[in-house]
């Protein structure tokens, strides 16, 4: 998506829409097996990693997250709508199962300059009915 301030030039953009299984018990490999999906992203309570800066850090919780991205975010979202809705009894019923919240998120990034996005209201009333929190990233 982009956006025109008079006399400035369109400020591309991209947009990522996600939801996740989060907690302590999460198990990313049975999540993906129960909801039949590949995460796009995932990890378990416990695993260590490297930061950018070298540092070893320790994983506080587990994740499971399926994104989709595109220049427009309602784009995106309808993307991940259609493939998360038609298993929302599933989801709802592993983030019982596993002791995890279910998390939406949407990261909105202008290429430079400063902007907004766009979600029509249907759409961000079906993404908040699948998730118990809906975050709002900008970068």
């Not at 493939?83 to 919240?101: C, F, G, K, N, Y």
Request: glycine fraction near 10%.
């Amino acid at each position: 998506m982009s956006r025109e301030r008079e006399g400035a030039p369109a400020v591309p953009a991209s947009g990522t829409v996600h939801l996740a299984l989060v907690g302590d018990r999460v198990d990313p490999s049975v999540a993906s097996n129960a909801l039949g999906l590949e995460a796009s992203r995932c990890f378990a309570k416990g695993e260590r990693y490297q930061t950018r800066d070298g540092r070893q850090l320790t994983r506080p919780h587990g994740v499971w997250r399926i994104e989709f991205e595109a220049a427009d975010v309602e784009l995106a979202a309808e993307a991940l709508l259609a493939v998360v809705e038609p298993r929302a009894a599933q989801i709802r019923s592993l983030a019982h199962e596993m002791d995890a919240l279910v998390v939406g998120g949407v990261w909105w990034a202008p290429d430079e300059g400063a902007g907004g996005f766009s979600i029509k209201g249907p759409t961000l009333a079906r993404l908040s009915a699948l998730c118990e929190r809906l975050d709002f990233y900008f970068g």
